[in-house]
């Protein structure tokens, strides 16, 4: 059985991506993994996980806007939380992402970067990587 890697995070807001490459990157080193692959998984209903690019921070702004717009707080919701917009968000950018694992780094795009997606904070959340 391999380790299963956990890390708290304190998000500051709802609408809110933190880029997480750096905790994948620090554990695969921990882990010795030099082949496989990487889930990283998010356990929270409101918050998610996702690839993206990580160079320009306008990208995750666009995001944001979109999502805001499309799915906006003050909807048609019965949710008696009042944070439907925050799950209905969290399931379009789902809970985990797998990456793979070679010659001991992530595959990853020049470009891209891991986030943990925040839309219902802020909230102390957990993330869990387990490498295979």
């Known amino acids: 059985m391999s380790k ?3 890390y708290n995070l304190r998000t500051k807001k709802e609408g809110e991506f ?4 750096y905790l994948v990157e620090q554990a695969l ?3 010795n993994l030099k082949e496989g692959i990487v889930v990283v998984f ?5 918050a998610g996980i996702t690839i993206n690019e990580n160079a320009d921070p306008d990208v995750v702004r666009d995001m944001l806007a979109t999502f805001d717009k499309a799915y906006p707080k003050q ?11 925050a799950h209905i968000k969290a399931s379009l950018m789902g809970s985990s992402a797998t ?13 891209q970067g891991i986030y943990f997606t925040e839309f219902d904070g802020p909230r102390n959340r957990k993330v869990y990587i387990k490498f295979i």
Do not use: F, M, Q, R
């Open 4 to 6: 299963v890697y956990e």
């Open 75 to 85: 909807g048609d919701y019965n949710h008696s939380e009042g944070n439907s917009h």
């Open 29 to 31: 080193k921990e882990s």
């Open 18 to 21: 933190l880029d997480i490459t």
């Open 99 to 111: 990456i793979i694992v070679e010659a001991g780094g992530l595959k990853l795009g020049i470009w």
């Open 42 to 46: 998010c356990p929270h209903t409101t």
